[in-house]
């Protein structure tokens, strides 16, 4: 699948795939440690008559990374000038992990833009808060980083990862991949060869998990974020999805999502599936997406 470019308002270039020739656009938002690429089980599902697309967010991938990002709702916005870039007027919008809180952002600040929500094995909209760690490497609760170069520094959660990074450990991030997030299925060789390289782009990863700590669209006070109660701007219909066996994204993160937007929500809840139905099940995910579509 190659990948097109396409320069930002911002002045930051986007990378992306897509696919289809149809009049329903969908625009796919990956998650932490990936990319567009991850994407490519539901994009190989997915009928021709939709138009599908799914992009590098700023710091992963092929993007730039010019300007750091400072909160998810950054990303967020690329996302509404991706869309301005290539003339989509509204789309879809679906979210794994990271991407669903940066979906949730989009959503409440781009409400136009937004015919129907899909959060796949999403944060919540209180965010994923990453605390600091006491001599013997144990979390200490509401003990937080003052900002992304101070995170970057945790011992357990960031710094091994960062300098994996640096290192291009493809093995680390490997093992890393198959313990936390494929916990049923693993992705072929041949394809986790192509994930796993995409990964090693990343150049955020310090930012992202700090935006990711501090996100709080609730009207309750947390240890990173007072919170803005933007959770009740989002309009559109919601699907969440969440895999019975996902160690890293807990269900009553799901289930926080579900409660603050009750009225719009619809829950699928997938038994034996990790944190990625993209590898564990893309044939139910696909169906999902298309009838909840419909």
Same mark, same amino acid.
């Given at each position: 699948? !190659?990948?097109?470019?396409?320069?930002?308002?911002?002045? !930051?270039?986007?990378?992306?795939? !897509?696919?289809?020739?149809?009049?329903?656009?969908?625009?796919?938002?990956?998650?932490?440690?990936?990319?567009? +690429? &991850? &994407?490519?089980? +539901?994009?190989? @599902? +997915?009928? !021709?008559?939709?138009?599908? &697309?799914?992009? *590098? +967010? @700023?710091? &992963?991938? *092929?993007?730039?990374?010019?300007? @750091?990002?400072?909160?998810?709702? *950054?990303?967020?916005?690329?996302?509404?000038?991706?869309?301005?870039?290539?003339?989509?007027?509204?789309?879809?919008?679906?979210?794994?992990?990271l991407g669903g809180g940066v979906a949730m952002e989009f959503a409440a600040h781009h409400p136009k833009k937004t015919e129907k929500l899909v959060l796949i094995d999403s944060t919540t909209h209180k965010g994923y808060p990453v605390f600091k760690k006491d001599e013997k490497g144990q979390m200490v609760f509401g003990s937080t980083y003052k900002d992304a170069d101070e995170m970057s520094l945790d011992p357990i959660q960031v710094k091994p990862l960062v300098e994996a990074l640096k290192a291009g450990n493809f093995d680390f991030i490997k093992y890393i991949y198959d313990i936390t997030i494929y916990t049923v299925n693993k992705p072929s060789i041949e394809d986790n060869k192509i994930y796993i390289g995409e990964s090693l782009k990343q150049r955020n990863l310090p930012d992202a998990d700090f935006a990711l700590a501090a996100q709080n669209m609730s009207d309750i006070p947390l240890p990173y974020s007072k919170g803005d109660n933007t959770i009740q701007l989002i309009k559109a219909p919601v699907l969440h999805i969440w895999g019975t066996r996902d160690i890293t994204v807990p269900e009553m993160m799901i289930q926080a999502n579900i409660e603050a937007i009750k009225s719009k929500s619809t829950y699928i809840k997938y038994e034996n599936c990790g944190h990625s139905p993209l590898v564990d099940k893309p044939d139910e995910l696909t169906k999902a997406i298309i009838d909840f579509i419909k």
């Amino acid at each position: 699948m !190659e990948k097109k470019f396409v320069k930002l308002a911002n002045n !930051e270039t986007y990378a992306y795939v !897509e696919k289809g020739i149809g009049d329903q656009n969908i625009v796919l938002i990956h998650g932490n440690f990936s990319s567009s +690429l &991850y &994407y490519m089980p +539901l994009m190989d @599902r +997915l009928p !021709e008559n939709f138009k599908v &697309y799914a992009m *590098d +967010l @700023r710091g &992963y991938g *092929d993007s730039s990374y010019i300007q @750091r990002i400072s909160s998810l709702k *950054d990303f967020a916005n690329d996302v509404s000038l991706f869309m301005d870039a290539l003339k989509i007027p509204s789309a879809v919008i679906v979210g794994w992990s990271l991407g669903g809180g940066v979906a949730m952002e989009f959503a409440a600040h781009h409400p136009k833009k937004t015919e129907k929500l899909v959060l796949i094995d999403s944060t919540t909209h209180k965010g994923y808060p990453v605390f600091k760690k006491d001599e013997k490497g144990q979390m200490v609760f509401g003990s937080t980083y003052k900002d992304a170069d101070e995170m970057s520094l945790d011992p357990i959660q960031v710094k091994p990862l960062v300098e994996a990074l640096k290192a291009g450990n493809f093995d680390f991030i490997k093992y890393i991949y198959d313990i936390t997030i494929y916990t049923v299925n693993k992705p072929s060789i041949e394809d986790n060869k192509i994930y796993i390289g995409e990964s090693l782009k990343q150049r955020n990863l310090p930012d992202a998990d700090f935006a990711l700590a501090a996100q709080n669209m609730s009207d309750i006070p947390l240890p990173y974020s007072k919170g803005d109660n933007t959770i009740q701007l989002i309009k559109a219909p919601v699907l969440h999805i969440w895999g019975t066996r996902d160690i890293t994204v807990p269900e009553m993160m799901i289930q926080a999502n579900i409660e603050a937007i009750k009225s719009k929500s619809t829950y699928i809840k997938y038994e034996n599936c990790g944190h990625s139905p993209l590898v564990d099940k893309p044939d139910e995910l696909t169906k999902a997406i298309i009838d909840f579509i419909k």
